[in-house]
């Protein structure tokens, strides 16, 4: 079980997928076949990898989610827990498949993602119930959009310190959970989330970022472009560290593993964010999604 009383403790309510990545030279368009590289499978799902992305960084984690009753939720709860995570709220849903995502990366590092949610479709409110005790201890509860809505929303009610929320993948019409004190959107996302086209302008990103209601500050992940935030009548970009990419597919979710850990240590939201956006510079330079996320050495290295 999860000690309770040495701070400070991360909180994860999410999903566990089992990553199928092909490489390939550019992505399939509708009726296009197209050939791609040799097949790697990794430990992945946004709730593990934000989970591991904290407990890499240095932060004691504990995790809320499901698997299958198959070889991949052996895998991914092995993973995950060698990564230092707690998983004694892992449970094991029986004739059910474990989460997968099937991901192709380009030439330019970009991915394309589809997800069968399996398992993580079955967790529920009930879950973050039984985890109640957890989640009100926490520094830090994060949480995503690859389980059901109302687990979001349970897993708000019961989360005792900040509520960072990713709403990712982005899902029109999904009513955010109440008591967000940090919402880290994407271009994407945002526009989702407002109902409008997808922000191109840092005017348009500030705009829609002040449609949203009921959340405290967002800050919004512009991938090359860097991170924008956006707290009350103020706003603050924070360019990108320049590095090779060669795989992206992680980096949102180190982004925010790595914004959580330094919110729960106490820096201030725009130090945290840029301590945040170092950690994901450093994952889009490894391929796949656990094995790219940085140790706490490197990224003070990369800092120093």
């Given at each position: ?56 960084l240095g932060a004691r984690v504990a995790l809320v989610g499901r698997v299958g009753d198959d070889d991949a939720g052996g895998l991914l709860r092995s ?72 687990v979001d929303h349970a897993a708000a009610r019961l989360a005792g310190g900040l509520l960072v929320h990713n709403p990712a993948p982005a899902l029109v ?132």
């Amino acid at each position: 079980m999860t000690d309770l009383t040495s701070p400070p403790l991360i909180a994860v309510v999410g999903s566990l997928n089992l990553d199928l990545v092909v490489p390939v030279r550019h992505h399939a368009t509708p009726g296009e076949t197209v050939l791609g590289g040799d097949l790697v499978r990794h430990p992945g799902g946004k709730g593990a990898n934000q989970a591991v992305a904290a407990a890499r960084l240095g932060a004691r984690v504990a995790l809320v989610g499901r698997v299958g009753d198959d070889d991949a939720g052996g895998l991914l709860r092995s993973a995950v827990r060698a990564a230092g995570v707690d998983v004694s709220h892992v449970r094991t849903t029986e004739g059910t498949p474990s989460g997968h995502a099937l991901i192709t990366v380009d030439e330019r590092a970009e991915n394309a993602i589809t997800v069968s949610p399996g398992a993580n479709s079955r967790l529920a409110a009930a879950d973050c119930e039984a985890a109640s005790e957890l989640l009100a201890a926490a520094a830090v509860t994060l949480l995503q959009h690859e389980v059901p809505v109302e687990v979001d929303h349970a897993a708000a009610r019961l989360a005792g310190g900040l509520l960072v929320h990713n709403p990712a993948p982005a899902l029109v019409g999904r009513q955010l959970p109440s008591g967000v004190d940090v919402l880290v959107p994407n271009r994407a996302e945002l526009g989702a989330l407002t109902g409008r086209p997808e922000p191109a302008t840092r005017g348009e990103l500030v705009a829609a970022a002040r449609e949203l209601t009921g959340v405290g500050a967002v800050v919004v992940t512009l991938g090359a472009d860097g991170v924008l935030l956006v707290d009350g009548s103020t706003d603050l970009h924070l360019p990108a560290r320049p590095v090779d990419p060669v795989d992206t597919t992680a980096a949102g979710d180190c982004f925010c593993g790595a914004l959580a850990v330094a919110l729960a240590e106490g820096r201030p939201l725009d130090r945290a964010a840029r301590w945040a956006a170092v950690a994901a510079a450093l994952s889009t330079t490894r391929h796949g999604a656990q094995p790219s996320l940085p140790t706490r050495a490197e990224l003070d290295a990369a800092l120093s």
